[in-house]
């Protein structure tokens, strides 16, 4: 019996985070999770990394292991028990590979998409570059950073530590039920952001009631340096009794 379906490594994690009116999520949030917030505000992040070094049921992928990734996401918990889960609902994820999106929608019931995807990383000796790109309607989109090379650990109670401590991932089956599964890495550390630059045709990629985020500044925007992760197999249905 597998415990683990996937291993990988993400690397070098953009988030561009927005404040938005907690109603828009609503007909994507899953049965039996509640939005989770930060400072009394609700969010979303858009988000890019490179997805390495993939491996299912710990047999590597062959050419299509690595690639990039961007997706939007918010944030929500659940009372589990007595314990309280804090996680992450996708509303889409994109990906360079027909097969990888497939496989994705096929196995988890995700909301996974296929598009033309490339990257920019330069490491310098006291900054680093990051820049992702992705093609909707024929037009290139792209978020992108620069950083200090210099690492840190998240602060308490800060904006990064809200945004990436975060461990399960929720997905919506009907109005009635959900699954539930459970990542794994350790706690990251970060680069100061000096300068962004952020180009998305929200409204294309997420669906017209997301236009509003490219009519405003992001409220943050974080770099991660990541690490290996794992992607435990068991996914945990729940649902109404009806």
């Excluded at 033309?116 to 290139?140: C, E, F, L, M």
């Excluded at 950073?145 to 602060?155: I, L, P």
Aim: hydrophobic share 40%.
């Amino acid at each position: 019996m597998f415990n683990t379906f996937l291993t990988a490594k993400w690397e070098n994690l953009i988030m561009a985070n927005y404040a938005i009116d907690p109603l828009l999520l609503k007909p994507y949030l899953p049965y039996g999770v509640e939005l989770d917030f930060y400072e009394g505000q609700t969010f979303v992040s858009l988000v890019g990394f490179m997805f390495k070094q993939t491996s299912l049921f710990q047999v590597p992928i062959p050419f299509l292991g690595t690639f990039e990734e961007v997706n939007l996401r918010f944030y929500v918990k659940r009372k589990d028990k007595g314990i309280e889960k804090r996680g992450v609902v996708f509303i889409n994820e994109t990906v360079p590979y027909k097969p990888v999106a497939w496989l994705a929608n096929k196995l988890y019931k995700e909301h996974y998409i296929a598009i033309p995807t490339k990257h920019d990383i330069q490491i310098g000796s006291n900054h680093k570059r990051v820049r992702y790109d992705w093609k909707i309607n024929k037009a290139w989109n792209h978020i992108a950073v620069k950083a200090t090379n210099a690492n840190e650990a998240m602060k308490t109670g800060s904006i990064e530590e809200f945004i990436f401590e975060h461990y399960f991932g929720y997905t919506k089956i009907s109005e009635t039920k959900s699954q539930e599964y459970k990542v794994n890495h350790p706690r990251w550390l970060v680069n100061k952001v000096e300068e962004y630059t952020l180009d998305c045709d929200f409204a294309a990629m997420y669906g017209q009631e997301f236009s509003i985020l490219g009519m405003q500044k992001p409220h943050s925007v974080i770099l991660a340096e990541g690490s290996s992760v794992s992607v435990d197999w068991k996914r945990v249905p729940f649902e109404a009794n009806i």
